[in-house]
């Protein structure tokens, strides 16, 4: 690529032409629940940091700044939501300009100070701040915000989740060492995985967070570093990509100790920008490949994956600050009631996503599989892929997984049941020879470890090793005359057996 990406990304769609865009205008239909908002500050006192502007040598255990949307009970009218502006203040605190006066915020961070921008701030939300929590658990989203973004960048869809019965919560995108990112290098993929997985870490204090159900939603470079947190940690079930950099940064994600692709086996939705027109293309020296090269998607093998191409959205459209104050590229830009339309149908599909996969939605998953236009949606405004994962091997750790759901018992039946399924499966004698071993010694499960030896030698037969095993299992549980069976019969299948001999002759003496 010719330039920096993360240039081309923020400069993708500046002019000075502005939109008559609202909260109202995008439309979102919020669900059943109450929206609350808290947010609060904390540290991960396992990193250090400096705050730049503070002109200090002085490192200070990591600021974490969380903000958490979630569902409540509240009655809506006997309490007052928020504005935008009260999301712009906490913009003010992780841009670590905490005394910056109000009237100053449009000047001084990345928005035109201009009528219809000063008129957004004054826009109500649909969150309450400090209010209840619903009872009962509800699944988490971990939301990643793009190339040094705030935590409140999409606090529309954050607040459309909360009210259908999620807990999303985030934190701002920033620096190893201080508030900037180096450029979205390798560094600055791995510090912000590791704000997802601290976030990981703080949801779980959160009675009513179901932490078996979670999910990670990224834009932009967020979606770059969301990928990452989910290959070394299991707990997270699904991926949400908002034009995520996994599509225009791959290199970065394999240079990682942790890339590995396989481990990327559940479900994943991207939704991505419209084709850049040559004329951008050309004059803001950006490769023509990005608007159609996705080799993530492409190496993906056992997940399965939707992608979905939005005709009306350029890329800081994915966002709530970029719908309502990103300036508009005359070149490319589309009209402010197209991108208000696609903004909103992004969220619906992403809430449709989560609810399919994080709730067992038939009817999520349902929608998911249709096409666009029989979803109700305009024939052209979307693009859709869907790609269904090859099967995972099966392995012993899952065996072990069903083996021990039935107390390991019947397990003949199981493993019969097993190759039937899987004609390829292929269990290890030594997986079965340490489990058993692992079993036996433990006096609580003694018994389950004979049941695995007793299968392993019926399916390995001629194993000296097992019935060695196996004798010294029964030696371990006093039952002498089993032992001197098994020994005997390892010694008939291998004579060399030197250990058989000796506890033969300890056992007889």
């Given at each position: 690529?010719?330039?920096?990406?993360?240039?081309?990304?923020?400069?993708?769609?500046?002019?000075?032409?502005?939109?008559?865009?609202?909260?109202?205008?995008?439309?979102?239909?919020?669900?059943?629940?109450?929206?609350?908002?808290?947010?609060?500050?904390?540290?991960?006192?396992?990193?250090?940091?400096?705050?730049?502007?503070?002109?200090?040598?002085?490192?200070?255990?990591?600021?974490?700044?969380?903000?958490?949307?979630?569902?409540?009970?509240?009655?809506?009218?006997?309490?007052?939501?928020?504005?935008?502006?009260?999301?712009?203040?906490?913009?003010?605190?992780?841009?670590?300009?905490?005394?910056?006066?109000?009237?100053?915020?449009?000047?001084?961070?990345?928005?035109?100070?201009?009528?219809?921008?000063?008129?957004?701030?004054?826009?109500?939300?649909?969150?309450?701040?400090?209010?209840?929590?619903?009872?009962?658990?509800?699944?988490?989203?971990?939301?990643?915000?793009?190339?040094?973004?705030?935590?409140?960048?999409?606090?529309?869809?954050?607040?459309?989740?909360?009210?259908?019965?999620?807990?999303?919560?985030?934190?701002?995108?920033?620096?190893?060492?201080?508030?900037?990112?180096?450029?979205?290098?390798?560094?600055?993929?791995?510090?912000?995985?590791?704000?997802?997985?601290?976030?990981?870490?703080?949801?779980?204090?959160?009675?009513?967070?179901?932490?078996?159900?979670?999910?990670?939603?990224g834009f932009s470079f967020g979606g770059?570093?969301?990928?990452?947190?989910?290959?070394?940690?299991e707990v997270i079930k699904a991926i949400?990509?908002?034009?995520?950099?996994?599509?225009?940064?791959?290199?970065?994600?394999?240079?990682?100790?942790?890339?590995?692709?396989?481990?990327?086996?559940?479900?994943?939705?991207?939704?991505?920008?419209?084709?850049?027109?040559?004329?951008?293309?050309?004059?803001?020296?950006?490769?023509?490949?990005?608007?159609?090269?996705?080799?993530?998607?492409?190496?993906?093998?056992?997940?399965?994956?939707?992608?979905?191409?939005?005709?009306?959205?350029?890329?800081?459209?994915?966002?709530?600050?970029?719908?309502?104050?990103?300036?508009?590229?005359?070149?490319?830009?589309?009209?402010?009631?197209?991108?208000?339309?696609?903004?909103?149908?992004?969220?619906?599909?992403?809430?449709?996503?989560?609810?399919?996969?994080?709730?067992?939605?038939?009817?999520?998953?349902?929608?998911?599989?249709?096409?666009?236009?029989?979803?109700?949606?305009?024939?052209?405004?979307?693009?859709?892929?869907?790609?269904?994962?090859?099967?995972?091997?099966?392995?012993?750790?899952?065996?072990?997984?069903?083996?021990?759901?039935?107390?390991?018992?019947?397990?003949?039946?199981?493993?019969?049941?097993?190759?039937?399924?899987?004609?390829?499966?292929?269990?290890?004698?030594?997986?079965?020879?340490?489990?058993?071993?692992?079993?036996?010694?433990?006096?609580?499960?003694?018994?389950?470890?004979?049941?695995?030896?007793?299968?392993?030698?019926?399916?390995?037969?001629?194993?000296?090793?097992?019935?060695?095993?196996?004798?010294?299992?029964?030696?371990?549980?006093?039952?002498?005359?089993?032992?001197?069976?098994?020994?005997?019969?390892?010694?008939?299948?291998?004579?060399?057996?030197?250990?058989?001999?000796?506890?033969?002759?300890?056992?007889?003496?």
């Amino acid at each position: 690529m010719k330039i920096n990406l993360f240039i081309i990304l923020l400069c993708l769609g500046i002019n000075l032409t502005y939109g008559q865009t609202s909260l109202k205008g995008i439309d979102l239909k919020n669900g059943n629940y109450t929206v609350g908002f808290t947010h609060y500050l904390t540290t991960d006192s396992t990193r250090t940091y400096t705050r730049i502007f503070d002109w200090s040598n002085t490192s200070i255990p990591r600021p974490v700044p969380v903000s958490v949307w979630y569902p409540s009970e509240a009655n809506r009218e006997s309490v007052k939501t928020m504005t935008v502006l009260n999301y712009m203040e906490i913009l003010k605190e992780e841009e670590e300009w905490e005394y910056l006066p109000d009237d100053q915020i449009l000047n001084w961070f990345y928005y035109a100070n201009t009528p219809a921008n000063q008129d957004h701030l004054k826009e109500h939300t649909t969150a309450h701040k400090g209010i209840g929590p619903a009872t009962g658990k509800f699944p988490v989203v971990v939301y990643a915000p793009s190339y040094q973004a705030s935590s409140i960048e999409n606090f529309a869809l954050c607040e459309y989740l909360a009210s259908r019965g999620y807990i999303v919560i985030a934190s701002p995108s920033r620096g190893t060492e201080n508030r900037f990112l180096e450029g979205g290098t390798e560094k600055d993929m791995e510090t912000q995985a590791r704000d997802i997985e601290f976030l990981l870490k703080e949801v779980g204090k959160l009675p009513n967070a179901d932490i078996d159900r979670i999910a990670t939603m990224g834009f932009s470079f967020g979606g770059l570093s969301n990928v990452l947190s989910q290959m070394r940690n299991e707990v997270i079930k699904a991926i949400v990509s908002l034009d995520g950099s996994v599509k225009y940064q791959y290199n970065t994600l394999k240079r990682s100790s942790f890339f590995d692709i396989e481990k990327v086996d559940v479900p994943f939705i991207h939704f991505a920008q419209k084709d850049i027109p040559k004329q951008v293309l050309k004059e803001d020296n950006i490769d023509s490949t990005l608007s159609h090269h996705f080799e993530f998607y492409d190496s993906l093998v056992y997940s399965k994956a939707y992608q979905l191409k939005f005709h009306n959205l350029t890329h800081s459209y994915f966002s709530t600050l970029g719908v309502l104050f990103q300036e508009r590229d005359k070149r490319q830009d589309k009209s402010d009631l197209e991108i208000m339309e696609s903004y909103k149908w992004v969220s619906v599909y992403t809430l449709k996503f989560l609810d399919g996969f994080l709730k067992n939605d038939n009817d999520a998953l349902s929608f998911l599989e249709n096409s666009p236009v029989e979803n109700g949606i305009n024939e052209g405004l979307i693009i859709q892929q869907t790609k269904n994962p090859q099967d995972k091997p099966f392995t012993f750790q899952d065996f072990n997984t069903l083996a021990s759901k039935q107390d390991y018992e019947n397990l003949k039946e199981l493993y019969d049941s097993i190759s039937k399924k899987n004609p390829s499966v292929q269990l290890s004698e030594g997986d079965f020879n340490n489990l058993g071993l692992q079993l036996v010694f433990n006096p609580s499960t003694s018994r389950q470890g004979i049941n695995i030896f007793l299968l392993a030698i019926n399916i390995f037969p001629h194993s000296a090793n097992l019935f060695d095993s196996l004798a010294e299992a029964y030696l371990f549980l006093g039952n002498k005359s089993k032992a001197i069976e098994s020994f005997e019969k390892s010694l008939s299948l291998n004579p060399q057996n030197q250990h058989a001999v000796d506890r033969l002759k300890q056992i007889r003496e």
